[in-house]
């Protein structure tokens, strides 16, 4: 539980953190809030021998109102996150689900952008940000690049980011007001990650869903954005019929590892059951 | 008397004595930061040890090369197996009577077992230095299931016990097999089964677990070449007897090791025995001559230092069709690991689980049990309990409830019929024991008319009804537990540890001014021994607790004890102290006789003095008699008022407790939510209150864990699942039930203040209320036994399987 030896860097600005980052390559590694990365230090899983700390960087920080979009630099941390009244205001979920994640002492350090960029399939934030078809500002040696966090994934800890990319912040198209949302989680105890966790945006018309997105957290070595599921819901009146076949839809992508939070079957079954939950929460919370 | 006199009632308040909620003295360092633990102990010039460890489960050990690690800037030695050859310790004996690797001499028996020791300037480098160390591994066939531990065809663990037919505690009847123990009357018991009405059968297992305190395993060794003494500070719940045992092995006169257990952050059992980083330590200090370092991290106190349970218990019950229990007969597979390190007193391979009989009066038992290795770490400690006590109570409480199944009988109505009666003791039990005290049906009575027992029932029966007709998916458990416990370890004819009768003891010293220092054997881990044992003073010698000081833990002042655990300070260093006061209070008759110029049998005690006997005016106060021992004691009278006393308990004490949980589950997701829980428990004399019930809530909460899904798994390989807080379930306050507490008073008759201990029952007692809540939710739906752990994925499998999932 003793980290190995690294060099410890402070940039001021995402122009030297990535200086920093091209010259090292894949021996460096950023460092938001720490509580994802300094474990797999302590495990000596990560060796990293530079470790680049954003917290001198200002930019990072903030959450901008842009009216049809809301953009939150990538340091903002989840305690901050449940703090904001824009965000409890317009994009509610998110306080929900950050409420959610670890403890408290956990979200006065760890940040949005961290929770993003780790990879780790258990992160919350991942998924969500698939259910709000969040994207990603990368900024590398070549500029700036958006990915969807739809696109973003590619297994448990590898994503679209580049060594020499920093995330500097996500953008988030601001849902329809009066829009039903819920994020389900299933965990064995505070702190834990989720058994399985599933968060619906959606949006009714008279008894009607006009719009549905969903998707999965913690029961692939990715986030799943359930399109499937989506799909058959929206139109929908949520039926059971109907939200029995879009729970089997969100069963089927599903592909998690058995643990200690339990075998791959119950994992599965645990995710249909958070999409039902998450639907009829997010339903009863819906206007129009 | 004029106004400024206090009255009896404040002076009795002032002493704060025996029953006052005493606020805890040790707290006012805890909650400050201020207390000091191994890990704040540093020493001049002190360096640090950490082990290489063994990745895989079983396999031979071919080649250790530590070149690398040696070139490494601050490295100091790599010990191995070798090099404590030289000095004998390479092995080293176990409290059960086996012998242990301190590091792999050849081969490893489980993942993780120590391979290497070193030794760097500090903790940064020698964890570098591990990964430098090459260790080459042959890898042998893992064995991992108990049940396959004697197949014929099993792989050899122990080497070393080739051709041994005879083990500590008689034959061995297999290569894997570690010892048999057999009570009771087989024949009586088989007559008892062949005329049964009825008769249930059950395998019933307790899953491994680890006691987990909060601090892990450590210490400091610091060898003085110059004046060959070695003082060892360590997380010892026996501190004296790691010094015996460390004079014994090191051949360093008993007199020139000073061991010293400052304050512990927690035991419950994974304290008492010897690991190889004590030893380690010590070799390394005495090769360096510098003071050695060695701290466990979480993974390692997890997955090496001391399981608990892990006992697969075959349980047959024979019955009449009244419900009237005839027998009991229990088969125990027992899972020790790599060696038998078991920390029972030696001639217990079993501990004390011959307690299974319970609270019931069963006129025929026998028990067997079989011991066994597996390559899993050693172990096998008493977690919060009497040495096996909350196996052999979770069996009974089970196994109660799986027959009144049968008998379609309500569970508490069973146990009712089936109590000891009060006027049965001191009762001898079917298996050994006699059992000092009890009144189980005024205990059981209180607990099911204060829960509104038959009211719950009711609700359950509806909610039942309900789930059937498809309005809920919720469904209702209520787990009846009432458990006998046996603790207190123990009378000197059946009690020792590698031969030192299990007594305890107290040192109380007088201070001229009438303050006190007082010493005893034992060690508090966060049991409050502090306050408690001032508590008993101040009564027995009219002299406020705040005005005692205790100190436990320093090998040099205290007397000899056997340590803490098994429940066992109240029941006998709690006797001890109360028999040293008394002497106290004799000798303290005798001055205030002589002071008073009367004499002694004219004198009656009164709260913190001694008065004439109809003349209330006439007295000394403690204080008074306590400065006329020093200043001018009774010619003929040696000055000075001290005493010591060693207790060798006349028999065992056995607290009992009736335990009630309510539970609701949610069979879609397998989520359990603890409603209610009440834990009426009867310790005896209750010295503290307020620290009684933080004893049972704590108890309670390691229950709730243990029972709902804390666990020590390994998978095929033998790798260790799931040893860190992430997957090994410690319960939060957000998780952690609401406790109500309870308590009936009924009083040992053979300890001289009447005292049991509590410290444990709730663990005893409150495992079986949680597994018996989850197996009666589901009885309805042809439920006879679910295995523990009870964490959600499990209830959910079986509700899966009982087809309550459509
Ligand atoms: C006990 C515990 C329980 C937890 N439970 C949960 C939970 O239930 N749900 C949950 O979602 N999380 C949980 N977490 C994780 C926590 O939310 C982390 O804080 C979060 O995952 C990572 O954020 P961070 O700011 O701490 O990132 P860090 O740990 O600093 O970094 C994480 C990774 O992302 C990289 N990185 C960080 N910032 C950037 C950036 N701006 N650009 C590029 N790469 C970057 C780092 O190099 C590193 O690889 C838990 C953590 C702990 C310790």
Redesign the interface.
Known sequence: ??P??FTYHRPSSVAEAVAILVSHGDEARPLSGGHSLIPMMKL?MAAPEHLVDLAGIADLKGISDGGATISIGAMTTQNELIGSDLLTQKLPIIRETSLLIA?PQIRYMGTLGGNVANGDPGNDMPGLMQCLNASYVLAGPDGEREVAAREFYEAAYFTALAPEELLTAVKIPVPAAGHGYAYEK?K?????YA?AAAAVILTMDGGTVSSCSIALTNVADTPLFASDASDIITGSTLDSATVDRAVAAAEAITEPAS?????AE?RT??AG?MVRRALARAAERANG | MNDMTPTREQREANLEGMGCKRKRVEDVRFTQGKGQYVDDIKLPGMVYGDFVRSPYAHAKVTKIDATEALKLPGVIAVLTAEDLKGVNLAWMPTLAGDVQMVLADGKVLYQNQEVAFVVAEDRYIADDAIQLVEVEYEELPVLVDPFQSMAPDAPVLRPDLEGKTEGAHGPRKHHNHIFNWAVGDKDETAKAFSDADVTIKEMISYHRTHPSPLETCQCVASMDKVKGELTVYGTFQAPHVIRTVASLLSTIPEHKIHVIAPDIGGGFGNKVGAYPGYICAIVASIVTGVPVKWVEDRMENLSTTSFARDYHMTTEIAAKNDGTVTGLKVHVLADHGGFDACADPSKWPAGFFNIVTGSYDFPAAHLEVDGVYTNKAPGGVAYRCSFRVTEAAYCIERAMDILAQKLEMDPADLRMKNFVKPEQFPYQSALGWEYDSGDYHTAMQKAMDTIGYRELRAEQKAKQEAFKRGETREIMGIGVSFFTEIVGAGPSKNCDILGVAMFDSAEIRVHPTGSVISRMGTKSQGQGHETTWAQIIATEIGIPAADIMVEEGNTDTAPYGLGTYGSRSTPVAGAAIALAARKIRNKAQMIAAHMLEVSEYDLEWDVDGFQVKGNPEARKSMKEIAWAAYHAPPPNMEPGLEAVSYYDPPNMTYPFGAYFCVMDIDVDTGVANTRRFYALDDCGTRINPMIIEGQVHGGLTEAFAIAMGQEIAYDEMGNVMGASFMDFFIPTAVETPHWETDYTVTPSPHHPIGAKGVGESPNVGGVPAFSNAVNDAFQFLGNTHIQMPHDAWRIWKAAKDLGAHG
């Open positions: 539980m003793i190995g030896e000596r403890d299933l064995r105890k505070v702190g834990d058994t643990d200690g939070r339990g075998p119950y079954k645990m059951i």
